[in-house]
């Protein structure tokens, strides 16, 4: 079984100021995670990826996420927040092993204040 | 090169029409997917194919029905719709990392 907990519904920030979005997740085999970005009325677009080899993975858009085993966290990080950023995100878990469907967290808006 | 496209963007139906959601995909890959998105619930997998002439159920396959029709094309259809199933529709291909099409826009009154 897996599954995943975005711990903010909504997050904003300044313009210019670091964002966190916050996930947990749980499965009961080798995880694979991913961040997907939608920006309004706009499919899911794959930000960045971690499969088990380092655990500090970069995306585009100078994000970045990093995988703890100990705490069962994929936090996503970007040191200086853009306008363009503005969109919702979504932390999604599968497993290295056995069938590959995803599970999706329920999202985390992120608004960005000029 | 056009990834995932679907059609139609926007339809609003009546209670009880039927519909069917069209997705293709030149990613040449196997595995194709359709998802629901509602407010706060992200996104849930409706149905899925792992190859040409197989499909599955997801977590919440009641009222839908899929066809694969070759390896590029997998539908969505809709027999009699219901406003429960007003929603925005996404169809993915690929296997740990999936490509999303734009979606379809879908509201039954």
């Known amino acids: 079984a897996q599954s995943v907990t975005q711990l903010d519904s909504h997050v904003s920030v300044s313009e210019g100021t670091p964002v966190l979005l916050r996930c947990n997740y749980s499965s009961s085999y080798s995880p694979s995670l991913f961040w997907y970005v939608q920006h309004p009325n706009k499919g899911l677009q794959l930000l960045l990826k971690?499969?088990?080899?380092?655990?500090l993975v970069k995306g585009i858009n100078g994000f970045e996420a990093e995988f703890k085993k100990s705490e069962t966290s994929f936090h996503l990080t970007k040191p200086s927040a853009h306008m363009s950023d503005a969109a919702e995100y979504f932390c999604?878990?599968?497993?290295?092993?056995?069938?590959?469907?995803?599970?999706f967290g329920t999202g985390t808006r992120l608004t960005i204040i000029p | 090169n056009a990834g995932v496209t679907q059609t139609p963007k926007f339809q609003v139906l009546k209670t009880g029409q039927s519909m069917t959601l069209q997705c293709a995909q030149d990613m040449n890959h196997n595995s194709m997917y359709w998802y629901r998105q509602d407010p706060g619930m992200g996104l849930r997998l409706i149905y899925y194919s792992a190859s040409e002439g197989t499909t599955d159920k997801g977590e919440v396959p009641n009222g839908y029905n899929v066809s694969r029709l070759n390896k590029r094309e997998f539908s969505l259809r809709l027999e009699s719709a219901a406003p429960s199933q007003t929603s925005v529709y996404f169809c993915a291909t690929g296997q740990y990392e999936q490509y999303f099409g734009p979606g379809t826009r879908l509201t039954v009154t």
């Open positions: 971690y499969t088990s080899a380092a655990t």
């Open positions: 999604v878990v599968t497993s290295n092993f056995g069938n590959e469907k995803l599970t």
